[in-house]
């Protein structure tokens, strides 16, 4: 059934609204998935705070214009699933990666981030790349480790200073 002239409007104003506050894109093509197995990505995309929509080339090319994914308008061709990553970078391109190895019909077929088109190989980068709380997790770590070495070389003195002391003793009780 064709969409209504308002129904694309309306559209076409979701998916830009998507885009314009998301952090990366990708684009894949879902040719011989089934229903349930586009739910069950539905579903993990929802889960992980990405928007996922199958929109047509020509709404999809008007929807990301004035956004940073403009970059990707001209490669959009075929049957697409679009994914906009609205917490993180890398949410989509990690439902994408682990969606896509138990079901090997999806194949990833752009990935922007930043205004770059980037090849499909690129995905696993974007996957790889740390969540918020990981990545405040490892500042965090960062942050800690000189001030933890620190007072751990200022402690080792008084205790090199306890092992000799209580050698000493250990040794003039065994005497």
């Known amino acids: 059934m ?8 309306a559209l076409v104003a979701e998916v830009n609204e998507a885009a314009a506050s998301a952090h990366s894109a990708l684009a894949a093509e879902y040719r011989g998935l089934t229903v349930a197995e586009m739910t069950e990505l539905r579903k993990q995309a929802r889960d992980q705070g990405v928007y996922v929509r199958v929109v047509k080339n020509t709404l999809a090319r008007r929807a990301i214009v004035g956004t940073e994914f403009e970059c990707m308008q001209e490669a959009l061709e075929g049957p697409l699933v679009l994914a906009f990553s609205q917490e993180d970078p890398g949410s989509a391109a990690r439902v994408f990666k682990a969606f896509a190895k138990d079901h ?4 990833t077929r752009l990935v922007s981030i930043g205004g770059a088109l980037l090849p499909a190989t690129d995905l696993e980068r974007l996957a790889s790349l740390p969540t918020l709380d990981e990545a405040r997790a490892m500042l965090l770590g960062v942050l800690q480790a000189p001030a933890s070495k620190l007072v751990r070389t200022l402690a080792e003195p008084a205790g090199a200073l306890a092992r000799v002391i209580a050698a000493r003793r250990d040794q003039q009780q065994a005497a």
């Open 104 to 107: 090997d019909k999806l194949v």
């Open 2 to 9: 064709a969409l209504r002239l308002e129904e694309k409007v």
